[in-house]
């Protein structure tokens, strides 16, 4: 598909305004760049002052157009990693959501600050350089396939010594279905091994991400990535992390892709202090083997390991199968 026929279609999208009070579905975050309020700039940092604010000379506006040297504000993490004399792709916008007025804009009495999409961590600064000026350049002509658009991604997610830019293209690659059905097997090679490396939150977002991809690109690593995430961290999990998600969502991988030997490892998590994780277990034993999915909840039911919310659960359980 052209890219710039689809990049178009993504600034119009975006640029619409919203009704209803309904929250807006998450988005990919390269397509949130292209809002008519933003700006997307290769600069080369010249100064950095009080406040968090960087001063940058523009030597390429990628998407829109604004001063040819700006003054951004940062955020301290930002503002401690950047290199005076070093070039970035800054995404900016004078502009912020208005306070009081739903939908409405406002310019920012503070000057140009860095944007922030739903969904990443970080705000939109990245290294310059080829794979994400391609991606951050949408009225440039370029046409960019499918395997070609991702293997840049993979590309950036590849670099761990630029987390921003690794992050923005894991989290884009999680959004696009269009990417995901499409994947080359040599992408899939790659994606396969970001995601043994990824930390919690990043791999949680990389196998809901395989989701789409062709069986063929699937086998055997996603349901080997399910087995390791629900194995690794066993039952006394951190509920202030990502732990607890990412392990609930190997265990629903499991529910459709998981077989009888899997059976004694998600048992395991019914005893989980997470009771969502606990609940992702027992569904998950019940797709593959409703009998001992009955017999593994009696048995913690015996018990005095399992969370309060677990066993309301299980007590739901029993009594709805008991008659089967």
């Known amino acids: 598909m052209r890219l710039n026929l689809v990049r178009a279609l993504i600034i119009m999208t975006t640029a619409l305004p919203m009704s209803g009070h309904a929250a807006r579905p998450l988005g990919p975050p390269i397509a949130e760049f292209f809002r008519t309020e933003n700006q997307i700039a290769c600069a080369a ?14 030597t390429d506006y990628l998407y829109g157009t604004d001063d040819e040297t700006v003054t951004i504000m940062v955020d301290e993490s930002v503002f401690a990693d950047v290199r005076v004399g070093a070039e970035y792709v800054f995404v900016f916008s004078r502009l912020r959501k208005n306070r009081l007025v739903r939908d409405e804009w406002e310019v920012n009495p503070d000057g140009p600050s860095l944007v922030k999409v739903r969904g990443l961590d970080t705000p939109a600064i990245y290294e310059n350089n080829a794979a994400i000026t391609a991606l951050l350049a949408p009225n440039r002509g370029t046409e960019l396939s499918a395997v070609s658009e991702t293997s840049m991604l993979l590309e950036l997610a590849e670099n761990e010594n630029d987390t921003r830019a690794r992050e923005l293209a894991i989290f884009e690659l999680y959004l696009r279905n269009d990417l995901q059905s499409a994947v080359s097997a040599d992408n899939a090679r790659r994606y396969a091994t970001i995601t043994a490396g990824a930390d919690p939150r990043l ?31 066993g039952i006394d ?27 004694e490892l998600i048992s395991k998590h019914l005893y989980s202090n997470a009771p969502g994780v606990a609940k992702a277990a027992l569904s998950a034993l019940d797709a593959i083997d409703p009998q001992q999915a009955m017999t593994h909840a009696q048995q913690a039911m015996q018990t005095d390991k399992i969370h309060l919310v677990t066993r309301r659960a299980l007590t739901i359980y029993i009594e709805q199968h008991s008659g089967a």
Do not use: C
Not at 45 to 58: C, T
Not at 214 to 227: G, L, N
Not at 240 to 246: C, G, Q, R, Y
């Open 45 to 58: 940092v010249l100064e950095k002052s009080g406040g968090n604010k960087v001063e940058a000379r523009v």
């Open 203 to 233: 791999k949680n977002f990389l196998l809901q991400g395989a989701r789409m991809f062709p069986q063929q690109r699937r086998t055997p690593w996603v349901k080997r990535e399910y087995r390791n995430a629900i194995a690794n961290y």
């Open 237 to 263: 999990l951190d509920l202030n992390s990502d732990v607890p998600l990412l392990v609930k969502n190997a265990l629903l991988g499991l529910r459709h892709e998981g077989t009888p030997d899997d059976l």
